[in-house]
């Protein structure tokens, strides 16, 4: 393996365990539980979008910073990753989501939940509606994501409108599910949780990517 190739695979999970601690940190730091839209919903959502901003202008020339295999998915589909590439990614984001756990296991113990996901809840099919949801919110996410990094025009400023695309679907989705549009982000709090986030954890997984793979699809469409 070239140490190029090395070098943005680090890029990545260092990315996205910084995305896990200061996003997933700051839910389990503020109590944000979703249910009431006061300082710590807000908070939470503005965590996960600085911290995005943050890596976006710290490892974003190392390896474009996807920290999402849902992005890594829909960049491969519009033909700026390799299939190989795709692969190393998505190992190292997954790896780096269970690194960044450990500090919330260090500083709240093992009963915090880790900023995990959760399904919607009070409905009467709360798979269907998270896929859902979260499908629509992960469209809506990565479907920015390709715009802002389509031209080199604009590389000054993606990160930042990646980042505030990130709080707006959280400020829209953490009261249902959490806000995932992130199989990585989803997988490490899932693991260290357990119990419902763990049998959760497939719909997050399976809503971004499928999400993601229609905001490509349609951005290459309208691209084209």
């Known amino acids: 393996m070239e140490a190029a190739n090395v070098k943005k695979y680090v890029a990545e999970g260092v990315g996205t365990a910084v995305l896990v601690a200061m996003g997933c940190g700051a839910a389990v ?3 944000c539980n979703g249910v009431v839209a006061d300082g710590a919903y807000v908070g939470t959502a503005l965590a996960f979008g600085l911290a995005v901003v943050a890596m976006a202008y710290s490892v974003g020339n190392i390896s474009g910073c996807h920290i999402n295999p849902a992005i ?3 960049m491969w589909i519009d033909g700026r990753l390799s299939t190989a590439d795709l ?5 190292a984001q997954c790896v780096g989501s269970l690194v960044g756990c450990l500090p919330m296991a260090f500083l709240e113990g093992s009963g915090c939940g880790y900023g995990a996901n959760a399904l919607v809840s009070g409905v009467n099919n709360p798979v269907i509606q998270s896929l859902v949801i979260e499908c629509v919110l992960t469209f809506v996410f990565v479907f920015v994501v390709l715009g802002a990094t389509d031209k080199a025009v604009n590389a000054s400023t993606a990160g930042l409108a990646i980042g505030l695309s990130l709080t707006l679907v959280h400020l829209v989705g953490i009261h249902y599910t959490g806000t995932s549009v992130n199989p990585a982000r989803s997988f490490g709090p899932a693991i260290f949780a357990g119990g419902g986030a763990l049998a959760a954890l497939p719909v997050f997984i399976i809503a971004p990517l499928v999400g993601a793979a229609l ?10």
Do not use: Q
């Not at 692969?87 to 190992?91: M, N, Q, S, T």
């Open 29 to 31: 730091a503020l109590g």
């Open 72 to 74: 890594s998915l829909a």
């Open 87 to 91: 692969g190393g990614y998505v190992l």
């Open 215 to 224: 905001a490509a699809l349609c951005y290459r469409y309208l691209a084209e």
